[in-house]
């Protein structure tokens, strides 16, 4: 490949960055593929790093050692975070929403890519830096957010079944009280998914009375593997006896009523 | 903002042109964040425009008119096609994937970030330019990648479920045969998630039989919608009574059996 010049190297190099967040690439890489000193490719990424640091674009951090290189870490500045998490309160907070049961309608916004890859960001950063092994989610409507905060964290997801399929091998299977319905509900994880002592986050839409995040706190105990956290879109503060405080929420509801409406605000954490 | 040089400008407009595939994204908005002349953006843009094409890692678009501006459509260069789903077909027929039924354990490969991300451009560029409104798919294994296709192209994805859940409201439910186990199943969509008279792709990871396919032509009719395209990642080709011959796939299985192993080549569009 000819030689290129500062600037078309820095499109590249922010393009491959950006496509694979958090995983470590050495300079080498880049060296080669741009026909670029290894020198002159470290000045680039001087460059990247103290624009989007300035923009609070992301960090681009320097891992040193054999296997070192750069890595890309998403983040979403305070202020454009404030912004999009109050539209997302008003756009979640629409009456329209409101289905029969008090529940809210936000499948839409659960598979919005524009809505869960900002959100995924922002929901990831609390979890950054924790050496994680897998984000875990159960089926369905949580599947694209932790998807998505999988991809930002550089890690696998495993996704949780209601029944086991045949495609999936032997499982194992759980049961758990489900916080919309109350009964007592099944969840499935095939033996192939999930290598023995990995540490996982727990990422899912909605939390309420928190039995599906104890659900999973018994499936990971199965493969002795062990929760580190856990992380929903939006908290229902109206569900009193929550199982679990220890979580993180990006937007919460704080009133939901067929006659007053509903009321969403960005969780304190944002405050 | 004080003004930026131009390697700070063409690493941000890179960035914000990745993050949001298939959006018009007008030159103001690069303008008034950067606090440069349009003019000024418009030279930094031919700079992306001819890096990216020239590595075949995307095209940027210019949109004319009052809603003009700009817009990223995400694209693997052919020769890094090949080698991915080389990589992939390798990853994929590991005997140890073999589950009882001659099944393929493939629930891994669909929810891993690194994977899913690259496919899904791989197969949005089939797609692309075919002015679809969402891209359709049914729980769970498919969800990760109909997500990315879904993100590639710049549309909402619509999840069918296989039983109809409290918190989506009124739901239309059909009932297809299932290519997996031949069983009658059902699949149900909510009222709320998909407008009448929409135009959508079927995204999933396998293709068996195409009953499921078949399905999702049905629910669609129940919307006064239609199916424009299916694209799956793996197709059986040892399924011989397929409903449908009009999909795209990625890579295709010719020999899964418990004595002989599994065999597993790019599809007929990558040779």
Do not use: H, W
């Amino acid at each position: 490949m000819e030689k290129l010049n500062r600037n078309s190297r820095v499109v590249i190099i922010t393009k491959i960055l950006i496509e694979n967040p958090n995983k470590i690439i050495g300079l080498n890489y880049f060296s080669e593929m741009l026909n670029a000193a290894k020198s002159t490719i470290s000045e680039d990424i001087v460059i990247i790093r103290e624009i989007l640091d300035k923009l609070s674009m992301g960090k681009v951090e320097t891992i040193a050692g054999a296997a070192g290189g750069i890595k890309f870490i998403p983040k979403i500045g305070k202020g454009e975070s404030q912004k999009f998490l109050e539209n997302l309160c008003k756009l979640a907070s629409d009456y329209r929403r409101l289905v029969p049961g008090n529940f809210l309608y936000v499948t839409d916004i659960m598979f919005d890519p524009s809505i869960i890859s900002k959100a995924a960001i922002i929901l990831s950063s609390f979890f950054d830096g924790k050496d994680i092994d897998y984000v875990i989610t159960v089926e369905t409507k949580g599947v694209p957010l932790a998807y998505e905060v999988a991809k930002c964290l550089g890690v696998p997801l495993v996704t949780a079944r209601r029944d086991s399929k045949v495609t999936e091998g032997s499982t194992v299977s759980i049961n758990y009280v489900s916080g919309t319905s109350g009964k007592i509900q099944q969840m499935c994880l095939s033996r192939k998914s999930l290598k023995t002592g990995s540490k996982c986050i727990f990422i899912d839409d909605f939390m309420r009375g928190g039995g599906t995040a104890k659900g999973i706190v018994d499936l990971l105990k199965e493969f002795d593997s062990e929760l580190m956290g856990i992380g929903v879109l939006i908290d229902n503060k109206l569900s009193t006896n929550k199982v679990t405080r220890n979580y993180v929420s990006l937007i919460d509801v704080v009133e939901i009523d067929e006659n007053l409406g509903v009321k969403i605000v960005p969780s304190d954490l944002f405050k």
